[in-house]
């Protein structure tokens, strides 16, 4: 393990979309490629909403469950895990510790870029609040070292 860390969290549900703004879908894998993206995903393609920004950093993109029972349990508002718009959703898995520092998801390997940032256009997308009760907790862009696919129930554990 990295560091001395010794968190070990899951892939809980996977999704991807085809298109800038259009509906993400769960998916009972993912098949990442290594410096590209996912494949059938947006912004492996370069037609995600954000694409005229390259970021090879945004390869992948995770969210945490735990954000998830946060919005619904201290703001009241119901957010699955296809609105977050991230590819991945974890389960006990620090994300907002994990910026430079590389890891696995079942058997791809990913390096942490940046925490991802909420935006408007997730609000008006959704329909929901979540701007702010977002800040701090709205994913993390990764890039993709090592390919492969990975499925729900995978485990996310340091490299």
């Known amino acids: 393990m990295t560091n ?3 968190w070990r969290g899951h892939v809980t549900h996977l999704h991807r979309a085809s298109g800038a703004g ?6 009972d ?7 590209q993206g996912i494949v059938g995903d947006r912004y492996k393609d370069g037609i ?8 090879e950093g945004r390869q992948i993109t995770l969210f945490e469950q735990e954000a998830l029972d946060a919005l619904k349990r201290d703001h009241g508002i119901d957010f699955a895990p296809h609105e977050h718009r991230r590819n991945v959703t974890t389960a006990g898995v620090p994300l907002t510790h994990l910026v430079g520092r590389r890891f696995r998801i079942g058997a791809a ?8 940032v909420p935006c408007q256009r997730l609000v008006d997308l959704t329909g ?3 701007f702010k009760p977002l800040i701090n907790r709205s994913g993390l862009n990764c890039r993709i070292l090592v390919g492969g696919t990975i499925r729900p129930g995978d485990a996310v554990e340091p490299a």
């Open 48 to 55: 995600g909403f954000y694409s005229d920004r390259p970021e």
């Open 4 to 6: 001395g860390a010794t």
């Open 128 to 130: 929901k609040k979540v």
């Open 29 to 35: 894998a993912l098949e990442l490629i290594a410096g």
């Open 22 to 27: 259009v509906a993400m879908e769960a998916r």
């Open 109 to 116: 390997v990913v390096e942490a870029t940046r925490l991802s």
